[in-house]
T-cell receptor
Framework: LAKTTQPISMDSYEGQEVNITCSHN???????ITWYQQFPSQGPRFIIQ???TKVTNEVASLFIPADRKSSTLSLPRVSLSDTAVYYC???????????FGKGTSLLVTP | DSGVTQTPKHLITATGQRVTLRCSPR?????VYWYQQSLDQGLQFLIQ???????AKGNILERFSAQQFPDLHSELNLSSLELGDSALYFC????????????????FGEGSRLTVL
């Protein structure tokens, strides 16, 4: 499984756009990139998944450059309720284990 | 609501004891995953079952065991408990044997908080 590296923590003000970058230098051809969000004492929740270029849904956008060695989760106009831990995971269709690691702790303040 | 049900929500026990955590996956999901989350270790994968069979094993201790029953619910058994086993234990389910890729996402329960005194 590809190893991922993401910042331990980030701070933002309400209304700003937040970009969280994840490095995955040894990503394999069949690997997908998936992001989850976790609030305190709750289970992680799927945000977005992509393979290449750009994916957008009602919650976030995921930007993946051509070499796919990194990806950026973009949260537009964050609110206080976006304060959470965000996990980046890389695995293939045949991937088994998903070790979420420690993720990026995002704190949004007024 | 993810559709994944975990019981009990909270459990307090003593060192050396044994506990069983239960998980009911979303209707129709054949895969069940167990995760352990402690403050210093993050969210760690323990084990996966697919349609009753063990499919993948992560950092699961020998004191821990799990199984998935014919009705697809799963149980995680933790024995000879130590203080360091205190953690949130999450169950997740998915329809596919695969945890990523085109198979999409994992659906997590609310967790069982275990406190070992």
């Amino acid at each position: 499984l590809a190893k991922t590296t993401q910042p331990i923590s980030m701070d933002s003000y309400e209304g700003q756009e937040v970009n969280i970058t994840c490095s995955h230098n040894n990503i394999a051809t069949n690997d997908y990139i998936t992001w989850y969000q976790q609030f305190p004492s709750q289970g992680p929740r799927f945000i977005i998944q992509g393979y290449k270029t750009k994916v957008t849904n009602e919650v976030a956008s995921l930007f993946i450059p051509a070499d796919r060695k990194s990806s950026t989760l973009s949260l537009p106009r964050v609110s206080l309720s976006d304060t959470a831990v965000y996990y980046c995971l890389v695995a293939s269709n045949s991937g088994y284990a998903l070790n979420f690691g420690k993720g990026t702790s995002l704190l949004v303040t007024p | 609501d993810s559709g994944v049900t975990q019981t009990p929500k909270h459990l307090i026990t003593a060192t050396g004891q044994r506990v069983t955590l239960r998980c009911s996956p979303r209707s129709g999901d054949l895969s069940v995953y167990w995760y352990q989350q402690s403050l210093d270790q993050g969210l760690q994968f323990l084990i996966q079952y697919y349609n009753g069979e063990e499919r993948a094993k992560g950092n699961i201790l020998e004191r821990f065991s799990a199984q998935q029953f014919p009705d697809l619910h799963s149980e995680l058994n933790l024995s000879s408990l130590e203080l360091g086993d205190s953690a949130l234990y999450f169950c997740a389910s998915s329809p596919s044997p695969y945890s990523s890729g085109g198979a999409g996402e994992l659906f997590f329960g609310e967790g069982s908080r275990l406190t070992v005194l």
